[in-house]
């Protein structure tokens, strides 16, 4: 049988965004290529038809989760700094991580995994910094990090991991306020 045009295409990605989200609610281990497979609605026997083995596929898993969190929170179109904020820094975001940011959920696993892995969250992390960066100094030469970004990507990611931890729902909601209301600036930015 021949399969339209773009049909492996459509059903790569949709492998990859099962996986995205498999991975970021169940962590870097605890899904089996079988239960990605499944996960997309697809049998184990087509993994090998798209992939040359797991790293792969969980390196595209984790950039494609981190394109959807710039897309969906830290972009232009997704607001200001403060809309940004609100969202990322929400009850939402901590209680759905199969749906947030891969950093927040999986980063703590990433350093411990092979190198096509730990490149992908490297890139993923740099990606974060990069978009605060323009939400915070939107004349920022590119390529350049100041301090504040920095700073900031380290509280949102840290604030939301933390938030996770507890079983308090009132100390994870303080969290993410102070989070959110910290100063954004410092004073002179440093590459």
């Known amino acids: 049988m021949r399969y339209p045009e773009g049909h492996k295409e459509k059903v790569r990605a ?20 079988p239960e990605l497979m499944k996960e997309a609605g697809l049998t184990h026997g087509g993994f090998y038809g798209h992939f040359k083995n797991r790293d792969q596929l969980v390196a595209e898993a984790v950039m494609a989760a981190a394109e959807a969190t710039g897309a ?7 607001g200001d700094l403060d809309a940004t904020l609100g969202r990322y820094l929400s009850m939402g ?13 999986l980063g703590g696993e990433g350093r411990r995994q092979p190198a096509p892995v730990r490149r992908a969250f ?8 990069r ?3 323009q939400k915070l100094h939107p004349k920022s030469p590119a390529g350049h990090l100041s301090d504040d970004a920095l700073r900031l990507s380290a509280q949102m990611v840290g604030a ?5 931890l507890l079983d308090d729902e009132t100390l994870s909601e303080r969290i993410l306020e102070a989070a959110k209301h910290a100063p954004r600036t410092s004073g002179p930015r440093r590459r």
């Open 72 to 78: 969906a929170v830290l972009s232009e179109e997704a």
């Open 160 to 164: 939301v991991v933390l938030a996770r």
């Open 131 to 133: 978009f605060l960066e």
């Open 93 to 105: 975001h901590v209680q759905h991580p199969e749906s947030g940011c891969v950093l927040a959920a």
């Open 14 to 33: 949709s492998i990859v965004a099962s996986a995205a989200r498999a991975l970021r609610r169940d962590g870097l281990d605890g899904v089996s290529i």
């Open 122 to 129: 490297g890139r993923a992390a740099r990606g974060f910094v």
